[in-house]
C-alpha cells in the first residue's frame, strides 16, 4: 500500500489564508491528502470549523497552530501540533501576540496611508472578523487599491523589511514558546528554520536550549528553507533525536505554495500523536490512518 500523503502546515482566512477552514479541508482532500494539520498564525479559533469538517470527509485533521516568536529582529516560528486550545497560559499568550500584531499593523497601516491611499478600513475589509492580522492582510488591501499586483508583488515592495514602512511584531522568545506549547501537551516543531538568506535563525546552543524546552522536530522540507541550511538541519535532526517534516505552508490562492508539495512521513505522524497530550487528531469516515 502507498505511504499516507501527509501535510502538516496549512493555513486558513482565521489567520492569513485565503480560505474559511471547511474550505481548506475540502481542499486537501480534493488534493488527495490523508492528513492534515491547520496551523494557523497564534490562533487555534478555527479548529471546530475545520474538526466539522473533517468529521465528514476522508481524511485526518491535526489541529494545530503557528506561535510567533523572535529573537530580536528576527522571527522565528513555531509549530504546535495538537495543543490543549483551552491551556489558560497558551490562551493568554497568542491573544497577547495578535494585540501586537493588530497594533504593528494599524502603524505600518498609517506610514503606508501618509504616501498612498490606504486606509486601516481597508485592511480591515479584507480579514475575516477576528482574524490574526499580518501584513498578507495589507498586502489584499493595497492589491484592493491597485497598489500592487498581487500579494507576492506587495511583499517584494511596500511590505518588505527594507522599504521603510515596516516593523517587525512582538512576541516571545522561541525557547519560551517552545516551553508554552509543550506545557500545553503539544508537539512543538520550528517551521521553515533556513527560510532566511541570511542562514538558519537559531545557532546549536540555542538549539539546545530548544531540545530541552521539549522541541520534538524541525521543518526541513520546505520551499522557502535554504539547501545548505537544510543540510544543517539534519545533521542537528541526528545529534539531538529530532524528527523531521516536510510541509506546504499553503496559504490559499495568497501565496504559491501547493497543498502536499511537500510531505512528512508516517512515522512522524505517528510520533507527534503518540507524544501529544493536548488534544486528538480527528479522524474522518474512511480516512486511511495506516500505510
Ligand atoms: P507577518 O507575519 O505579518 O510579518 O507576515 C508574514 C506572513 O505572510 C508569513 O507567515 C507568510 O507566510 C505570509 N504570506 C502570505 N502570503 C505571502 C506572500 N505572497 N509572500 C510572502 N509572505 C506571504
Ligand atoms: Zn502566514
Ligand atoms: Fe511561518
Ligand atoms: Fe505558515
Redesign the pocket.
Known sequence: MRDLFIDLHT?SSVS?GTEPPAALIRAAVGAGLDVVALTD?DTTAGWAEATAAASEAPITLIPGL?L?TRIGYR?V?VLGYLVDPTDAALVAETARIRER?MS??RRMVDRIGADHPLTWEDVLDQARPGAT????HI?DALVQRGLAT???A??RGI?HPSSGYYE??DAPDPVAGVALIKQAGGVPVIAHPAASTRGIAIDEERLRDLVDAGLGGLEVDHRENQSAGKRTLMEWADRYGLFITGSS?Y?GT???NRLGEHRTGPRVFERIVAEARGASVVVGPGARTTG
Open positions: 493555513h492569513d498564525h503557528e510567533s522571527s516560528h500584531r504593528r499593523a492580522i499580518g501584513r498578507p498586502a498581487d500579494r507576492s506587495a511583499f511590505l517587525p511584531h505552508d496559504h495568497g501565496k504559491p
